[in-house]
């Protein structure tokens, strides 16, 4: 195989408001918390089974960042493509933590706001890649 991917596909309700820092080469960054439910009947017993799952979503470009401060809320529905990241750090006893990453890039992050019929109501696609 000569290639290889890396995406990530998530609908799911944001947890909650959008966190918006600045790191320090200056440029920002929004966190998301985007809650997924899943839902399942168990076969032995009948019974419906519900979990959720809660996905943190870093994202990089300038552009869907814009968009993020302004039109995305705790609450909304949002389709996002991105790439799985895993990322390494140290707590203050130097332990070892993992904690993996949902990321938007520039070149390839995808937001979507769905409104509550599941429809597209405005698409937040990058072509920060292009400026």
């Given amino acids: 195989m000569s290639g290889f991917i890396n995406k990530v596909v998530l609908i799911g309700i944001l947890a ?8 320090q080469s200056g440029d920002n ?10 839902s399942w009947e168990n076969r032995r017993t009948a019974q419906q089974i519900n979990k959720v799952e809660y996905f943190k979503v ?4 300038k552009n869907l960042i814009k968009q993020i401060e302004t039109v995305i809320k705790k609450g909304d ?3 996002i493509e991105g790439q799985l990241r895993v990322r390494k ?5 130097k332990n070892n933590h993992y904690s993996a990453e949902i990321v938007l890039f520039s070149h390839n992050g995808i937001l979507v706001l769905l ?9 937040l696609i990058n072509q920060e890649a292009s400026s």
């Fill in 115 to 123: 409104n509550d019929n599941n429809i597209k109501e405005e698409l």
């Fill in 16 to 23: 909650k408001d959008p966190e918006i820092k600045m790191i």
């Fill in 77 to 79: 529905q949002l389709y």
């Fill in 29 to 38: 960054i929004a966190t998301l918390v985007l809650m997924v439910n899943d």
């Fill in 58 to 61: 870093v994202v990089f470009s």
């Fill in 89 to 93: 750090w140290y707590d203050e006893q």
